[in-house]
């Protein structure tokens, strides 16, 4: 089926321990994203693609790194994973950024625990 | 900074109850609103985007309105399967990002 998808669903990881979220989309959408969900605090975004080689920061971008080689692939890096990194993480896909494009398709999650 | 708050933070509705959700939302320019819907242990899945106030989108029992303040998810005569948590959005003009509400978590009970 097309859409996002993302890997792995859960993950527990040991305090300074590095790990990569994956996430890939099969429409070939221009702009790409990672957010990530915290009760209270709702979606901060991370992140984010305009395009293949083209990344920039979102609101909360420490601790993480992304690169985009491709148009589908837009993986987030966790350097040195610290608990308030526990969180559900979302990447999102969509034609482009201005309103009439930025109808995000979410994939399915990552719920991250960091001991 | 844009900011989006919405309430109730949860509401709970008997079946055929109609009620409304609010978005109350600040930014510089509004660009578009967005709505989305949000199952357990799902992503969000877009519903509606309204980009001026007086502007109303409608999709099965919801209708989302907006003004120059607020937007309203109003829902009529709900069902079980209507439970969720219904997120808000904008999106300010100049600017890229996308700032989301906490969300309001709605239970419908038969």
């Known amino acids: 089926n097309a859409g996002v998808t993302q890997t792995p669903k859960f993950q527990v990881l040991k305090t300074g321990q590095s790990m990569t979220l994956q996430c890939a989309q099969d429409?070939?959408?221009?702009?790409m994203s990672w957010y990530r969900q915290d009760p209270g605090m709702g979606l901060r975004l991370i992140h984010y693609?305009?395009?293949?080689?083209?990344?920039d920061q979102g609101e909360v971008p420490n601790g993480y790194n992304v690169s985009r080689s491709t148009t589908e692939d837009f993986p987030l890096r966790l350097l040195s994973a610290a608990p308030s990194q526990t969180s559900v993480y979302f990447c999102?896909?969509?034609?482009?950024?201005?309103?009439?494009?930025?109808?995000?398709?979410f994939g399915s999650g990552t719920r991250l625990t960091v001991v | 900074e844009d900011q989006v708050t919405q309430s109730p933070e949860a509401l709970r509705l008997q079946e055929g109850e109609s009620s409304s959700l609010n978005c109350s939302y600040t930014?510089?320019?509004?660009?578009?609103l967005f709505w989305y819907r949000q199952d357990p242990g799902k992503g969000p899945e877009f519903l509606f985007t309204?980009?001026?106030a007086g502007e109303e989108k409608e999709k099965e029992r919801l209708k989302a309105t907006l003004t120059k303040k607020e937007s309203f998810l109003h829902i009529t005569a709900p069902k079980p399967e209507d439970s969720a948590t219904y997120l808000c959005?904008?999106?300010?003009?100049?600017?890229?990002?996308?700032?989301f509400g906490t969300g309001t978590k709605l239970q419908v009970i038969p």
């Open positions: 999102a896909s969509s034609r482009g950024q201005g309103a009439t494009k930025v109808r995000y398709t």
């Open positions: 429409m070939n959408h221009e702009y």
């Open positions: 693609s305009v395009g293949a080689g083209i990344t």
């Open positions: 930014v510089s320019g509004l660009r578009g």
């Open positions: 309204l980009y001026s």
């Open positions: 959005a904008v999106q300010a003009w100049g600017y890229q990002k996308v700032t």
